[in-house]
């Protein structure tokens, strides 16, 4: 069917994969109980903005490229590292920096940005895509321009469902706690410290 092998497999695993913790669904997570509904949405479309880029680049070759290198994977992956690590640190630092009475705020722009180049340097969203994702294309369709804009709809709206979920629940929660300010900012710091934590499993791995 226009060229997708097993596409109830594809679908299954997609989800299970979505499902699984990463650095995207954490940013967004963070995102949305720090700024809100709003917030949190700008923080998924950076993610489904990156994600997009890395299905595009993997249609184009991408995949052989890294399987010829594994040099340059291992230096995506220490960038990536490094910049949770970073993103965890700055969200530690300004929980603890800011008062009750001055309220952290983040742009559009920032969130934006920041969403982007976490998807971009997530080697769960690169290995996902450049292995498991071109599996399911059939080599001998005519168009697997075709094949592959199919599967990249199909992980999009699962990753929107799940996003979605993600963001309502981080807000709601987060909007309880705001109330206790102590504890607001200890679950704040906890969120950086495991930005923290997948930025060192990952320099490790």
Request: proline share 4%; net charge positive.
């Amino acid at each position: 069917m226009l060229g997708i092998t097993n596409p109830w497999t594809f679908l299954v695993g997609t989800v299970a994969i979505v499902l699984l913790p990463g650095p995207n669904t954490l940013f967004v997570l963070s995102v949305a109980g720090r700024f809100g509904v709003r917030a949190g949405y700008r923080a998924a479309a950076g993610v489904w903005i990156g994600d997009s880029i890395l299905m595009t680049l993997s249609a184009a070759g991408a995949a052989s490229l890294l399987h010829a290198y594994p040099a340059l994977f291992v230096a995506v992956k220490w960038a990536g590292a490094a910049y949770l690590a970073y993103v965890g640190l700055r969200q530690v630092i300004s929980t603890w920096r800011r008062s009750s009475s001055s309220p952290e705020a983040a742009s559009d722009a920032q969130v934006f940005r920041r969403s982007i180049v976490v998807s971009l340097l997530n080697p769960k969203a690169i290995l996902f895509f450049v292995s498991f994702f071109v599996q399911f294309v059939d080599p001998a369709y005519g168009y697997p321009a075709v094949s592959f804009l199919v599967l990249g709809l199909i992980v999009e709206v699962v990753s929107a469902l799940y996003l979605s979920v993600l963001i309502f629940a981080g807000s709601f929660v987060a909007t309880q706690f705001r109330a206790r300010e102590r504890l607001s900012r200890w679950l704040s710091t906890l969120l950086g410290t495991v930005f923290i934590g997948f930025g060192v499993r990952l320099a490790l791995s």
